[in-house]
């Protein structure tokens, strides 16, 4: 079993980032922007995880991180993203046309600040809300079963 975080958005709280780690303890951290310093700074005082992040469209001054990540765990293919590149805020389709061409069987993003779960066929969207809030998803891979949950501190 894996337990994977997903973080967005969380808008320099970092302090919020950590207290959901600590409280946690995941293998795996995904960070969807809006926040990638405070993803990057958690990798440095929690190095015990492995970390997949991308920046937001707030992340202005980032050089060493892509807008998107497609990546692999345990067999699941999962296409990373924080949403403002393909219109989030007013509609899931170019982000579903994406995750289709790309084969991705999770898309997770962030963007909207607003938790989101959705089946699309053999794919699904995650959003696990603004960590600025308090919000976050958790992930559990077991046995190539996927299961999402949607938490709050």
């Keep these: 079993m894996k337990k ?3 973080l967005s958005d969380s808008h320099s709280y970092f ?3 950590l207290k959901i780690f600590e409280k946690e303890k995941p293998d795996i951290v995904i960070g ?5 310093k405070d993803i990057d700074d958690l990798s440095y005082v929690h190095p015990e995880a492995k970390y997949y992040m991308v920046k937001g469209n707030c992340d202005y001054f980032d050089r060493k991180h892509n807008e998107e990540n497609l990546f692999e765990i345990d067999g699941i293919k999962i296409f990373l993203t924080h949403g403002h590149l393909y219109d989030v805020k007013r509609g899931l389709s170019s982000i579903k046309e994406i ?4 084969n991705a069987s999770l898309v997770v993003f962030g963007h909207t600040h607003k938790p ?3 089946k699309d066929e053999d794919m699904t969207l995650f959003n696990p809300g603004a960590t600025e809030d308090g919000r976050y998803g958790i992930i559990i891979l077991e046995n190539g079963n996927i299961d999402l949950f949607h938490k709050q501190l």
């Design 4 to 6: 994977i975080l997903v």
């Design 15 to 17: 302090d919020k980032a």
């Design 32 to 36: 969807a922007g809006d926040g990638i």
């Design 99 to 102: 995750g289709k061409k790309l």
């Design 116 to 118: 989101y779960i959705e």
